[in-house]
Every structure is written in structure tokens, then in C-alpha cells.
């Protein structure tokens, strides 16, 4: 059971290029969140998901985009890679309802030069 | 809205010694209230958490916490730490009701660890 896993684990972009973050769970959970995480920070939610075909922006949407076309996978799209994209970015997975605890992914590590 | 403060941002213990890490929130009705721990170059993993029930929660790795609703609190406690607690613990909230699940994480508390 490999819960939630996340590809690439860094990327260096250039201002301006694109790039899909990957992430994909086996626990068949309906709810799925991207998160960024800056130094020094807390995770601020980006997008999040209910449901194949259900997506919600969060608190830090702009610049990012999703999909969710399967329970298990969520992809976070970077159009036009700016610097202050540059962070750690964390999927999560949970089962729903607020007392269920959300099952992370590794990260990646993403710098925008 | 609900909100999560981690007053210290960065906490040093020598191996052995007992731990608090604080948190306080703010949120109407009753919480549900979630420590992860965030080991370097990991992603978050939950320590423990309280939705219901008796206040004083046990969670792994020897670490428990308690839910003091007067106080708007949930602080982390761990009677001997070792040298692999070294990381950075996240206090987060979640909301009953129709919130799809989310859940407000603080900023994070970093751990040091004295030989």
C-alpha cells in the first residue's frame, strides 16, 4: 500500500515554462489536496477535490490549475512559472468529514528560476 | 473562520527532557484537532488527533496531547524526548459540517534536539 506518492521529486523550471505536477493515491479516498509550503511556513491550500470530476480552488489558486478525472489521481498544472512558485508542494488524500486525518505525499521540491 | 497560532516557531530540548508544544486555535463549535509531524525532506504524518470524547489523546511514538476547550488549546506533550523527535510538528483544525474535509494548519513549531 504505497498511500500517496508524488512525481518529480524536484524540478528546477525557467520563468515562464509549464509543468504538471503528479500525484496519485491507492486508498480510494474521495477528498485530495495540494498544499504549497513555503520556508518558515505553514501549508496554504491551493486546490482541492471532493471527487473525480469535482475541483474547488483553495486559498493561493492563481497560477495553478487541476483536475481530477480519476479518484486516485490529482495533477496540479503550472502555467507560466513565476519565482514565487518556487516551494514545496505536498498532495493529500483523506477520506472526508473534518476528523479524518489527510495522508500526505513526500513533496516536491520546485524552483523557479 | 477557523485559525490555527503555533506560538514558537522554534523550541530546543536536551535528549531526555520533557517537551510542550503549544497551540491554540479558534474556531464556534467544537474541533476536531490534529498534530502531524513533518520530518526533513517528508511529507506531514499524523501524531494524534481529537474529534470526541475523553480530552487526552495518545498518540505514536509516546507523544499525547490535550484538548482544554477554556483555553482554546491543544498542546503536545512528551515526558522524555529522543534525538529522532528532531523535526517540525504542525498543529492543524478541521471543521465539522459541509467543509469537504479541510483542514487550517499553523505555521509550525521546529524541534532542536541538545545531545
Known amino acids: 500500500n504505497a498511500g500517496v506518492t508524488q512525481t518529480p521529486k524536484f524540478r528546477i523550471l525557467k520563468i515562464g515554462q509549464s509543468m504538471t505536477l503528479q500525484c496519485t493515491q491507492d486508498m480510494n479516498h474521495n477528498y485530495m489536496y495540494w498544499y504549497r509550503q513555503d520556508p518558515g511556513m505553514g501549508l496554504k491550500l491551493i486546490y482541492y477535490?471532493?471527487?473525480?470530476?469535482?475541483?474547488d480552488k483553495g486559498e493561493v489558486p492563481n497560477g495553478y490549475n487541476v483536475s481530477r478525472s480519476t479518484t486516485e489521481d490529482f495533477p496540479l498544472r503550472l502555467e507560466l512559472a513565476a519565482p514565487s512558485q518556487t516551494s514545496v508542494y505536498f498532495c493529500?488524500?483523506?477520506?472526508?468529514?473534518?476528523?479524518?486525518?489527510?495522508?500526505f505525499g513526500p513533496g516536491t521540491r520546485l524552483t523557479v528560476t | 473562520a477557523q485559525s490555527v497560532t503555533q506560538p514558537d516557531i522554534h523550541i530546543t530540548v536536551s535528549e531526555g527532557a520533557s517537551l510542550e508544544l503549544r497551540c491554540n486555535y479558534s474556531y464556534g463549535a467544537t474541533p476536531y484537532l490534529f498534530w502531524y509531524v513533518q520530518s526533513p525532506g517528508q511529507g506531514l504524518q499524523l501524531l494524534l488527533k481529537?474529534?470526541?470524547?475523553?480530552?487526552l489523546v495518545q498518540g505514536i511514538k509516546g507523544f499525547e496531547a490535550e484538548f482544554k476547550r477554556s483555553q482554546s488549546s491543544f498542546n503536545l506533550r512528551k515526558p522524555s524526548v529522543h534525538w529522532s523527535d528532531a523535526a517540525e510538528y504542525f498543529c492543524?483544525?478541521?471543521?465539522?459540517?459541509?467543509?469537504?474535509?479541510?483542514?487550517?494548519f499553523g505555521d509550525g513549531t521546529t524541534l532542536t534536539v541538545k545531545p
Open positions: 477535490s471532493v471527487g473525480a470530476g469535482i475541483t
Open positions: 492543524a483544525v478541521g471543521a465539522q459540517g459541509t467543509n469537504a474535509g479541510k483542514s487550517t
Open positions: 481529537y474529534f470526541s470524547g475523553d480530552t
Open positions: 493529500a488524500a483523506t477520506r472526508g468529514q473534518g476528523y479524518n486525518e489527510q495522508y
